[in-house]
């Protein structure tokens, strides 16, 4: 079992580091003919796990669209728009407060066109956005150029309106030849200063790599399933029967080394069973269908009504139970039977007897894990829940005379049940809130979601501290020094959120409240604000103060970014460093305003197209920093030099205090 279990453990603790330069999304184009006079454009892309690309007509204020763009129509006239072809997913975004529409692993877009007559050339390109759960890629275009001869029919007149067929779509642009901060001469986004736009990829590799969240996200998933773990052994269905379990495996075998190896046995069978639900969920509803599922309205409205439902057996106004048929058969399987598969069968029928302590909690938590999009999630939380629920098996087998000093049996275990119902209902309102944004209610804005949660933990501090009773709770008035440090905690946390109904960001709870934006009074002014949005102006004023520089390269649809600003920018610390040390220069890689002309740039031996000021920004993130991905704050100074290593997606207030400190620090030494 230990040969089967350990590498297992190892394979999803395992961390990988990764490029830079991310390219999930690889698109092929080709030309289909349907008939003499009309062609279709087909893009077909393939993208890897855990990325996602955006469909058509998003609406404004969200993630970036697929559009389809031309350069150069001669001959041909745009027949409809923009098709997505294939299976989509259609969940509701949290932070842009709209619904998306996106595709997984593979997806197809298709332009028809009408063949006018004669030669035709079709020059262009396919824009679109790819984001994952860590950072979004910038717009990024597949270019496209077919020509031909084609007999087809006569040209509309101008008369005649196509109101599906976009008017810039008739224009003849023509780029200009250029390369960015090259010696060919001035073109419409040549720097002043060349040495500012040069690749500064080996110095920023110099301090160091950034460690991935998704690793972290990992660690904190496997972390959270521990922690549901550990509560789960404190309940009234479990504890008790780690003592007799125990007891069983040391007695029914003359041999103690026999009774420990079974008992060893048992801990691991319990690990191979939640695992494998945890891989079972996954596998039924599919890794994209979970995460699909968090961000559903009518998802969210039914697992709020479920943990309510959870939160009130935990105060004792009923219990909830699997058949006891089920237990009972399994139980005298396992007493027919012998060697592993009674253990295994032992361990399983804990499992079921123990539902109505630790279902609230499993349910809890694969829907929480279901947002890593990934089948290892599920997995890896069940990977925590269940080593801390064998834990106490396999240690009192080993150490017997520790079952002396372990705590009895009493009132306490429902004071813990009586928690996790505060907790449940706390989380329920979370859910609740995803449901309020999708539909528009406004019943749950911020400041309401903070009353209430306000109320229920001030209620679990008063309940801690015994001023109110449940139907399970004995008549005991003592409060013990654990409780009471409980109720402390409880309270203070309750009064921590008060601020927070007048505009205070509250970043312990920023990942649960409903956003800034649904607060109706807000009297909270720390926001940061970038100097410039503008490079080289930024460098020029830069460089007559005598300031560092911090660059943020964001995007309008980079829900990541959004988070870091709100939770993260909003730190006293961190808006003091910014603001006062160093000129923020913030650059939009989505930002849609034309160039005054097309640009072609030459990039690793391929020539490319900048039509906006958002590529021209991606394509400066890309060349200098050898980075394409955002949120990604780089710190340099006013000659563009690197002063640390980069920053991405990591909402950790003292690593992002550090990383800017350091980096003041080396433009000083300087």
Known sequence: MKKILFPLIVSFLTLAAYAQIQEPVKFKTELKNISAIEVEIVFTGSIEPGWHVYSTDLGDGGPISATFNTDKLTGAELSGKLRPVGKEVASFDKLFEMDVRYFEHTAQFVQKLRLTGGAYEITGYLEYGACNDENCLPPTQVEFSFSGKAEGAPAALPSEVRPDTPSE?????????????????????????????????????????????????????????????????????????????????????????????????????????????????????????LNALSTNAVFNIFFCLLLVVFAASFFGAFEITLPAKWSNAVDSKAERTTGLISIFLMAFTLSLVSFSCTGPIIGFLLVEVSTTGSIV???????????????????????????????????????????????????????????????????????????????????????????????????????????????????????????????????????????????????????????????????KYAREHGKPVMLDFTGYGCVNCRKMELAVWTDSKVSDLINNDYVLITLYVDNKTRLPEPVKVTENGKERTLRTVGDKWSYLQRVKFGANAQPFYVLIDNEGKPLNKSYSYDEDIDKYVDFLQTGLENYNNR
């Open 169 to 289: 779509a008739q224009t003849d642009v023509t780029p200009s030849a250029g390369i960015i901060g090259g010696a060919d001469g001035p073109t419409s986004v040549v720097v002043a200063d060349n040495d500012l736009w040069s690749p500064v990829i080996d110095e920023l590799n110099a301090f160091g790599e950034t460690v991935s969240q998704r690793d972290l996200s990992w660690l904190y998933v496997f972390g959270m399933g521990f922690i549901g773990g550990l509560l789960a052994l404190f309940t009234p269905c479990v504890w008790p029967i780690i003592p007799m379990t125990v007891s069983f495996f040391l007695k029914r075998s003359k041999d103690k080394k026999k009774g420990i190896r079974d008992a060893w046995t048992y801990g691991a069978s319990i690990v191979v069973i939640y695992v494998t639900l945890g891989l079972v969920i996954t596998a039924i509803f599919g890794a994209s269908a």
């Open 377 to 539: 999630g599920p997995a890896l939380g069940m990977l925590g829940f269940a080593i801390a629920l064998a834990l106490p098996f396999t240690l009192f087998a080993l150490f017997p005379s520790w079952l002396k000093s372990m705590p009895k049996s009493g009132g306490w275990m429902n004071v813990v049940k009586v928690t996790l119902g505060f907790l449940e209902l706390a989380f329920a309102l979370k859910f609740l809130s995803v449901a309020d944004l999708a539909y528009g209610w406004r019943i749950l804005d911020r400041e309401t979601f903070l009353a209430l949660w306000i109320v229920l933990f001030a209620l679990l501090g008063f309940y801690l501290l015994g001023k109110i009773k449940f139907p399970h709770d004995d008549d005991n008035t003592k409060v013990s020094v654990p409780r009471f440090f409980l109720a402390l905690a409880s309270l203070a946390f309750a009064v921590y959120m008060v601020p927070g109904l007048w505009g205070a960001p509250l970043k312990a709870v920023s990942a649960f409240a409903p956003p800034m934006q649904t607060q109706d009074f807000n009297l909270y002014d720390n926001e940061v604000h970038a100097k410039f949005d503008d490079y080289d102006a930024g460098m």
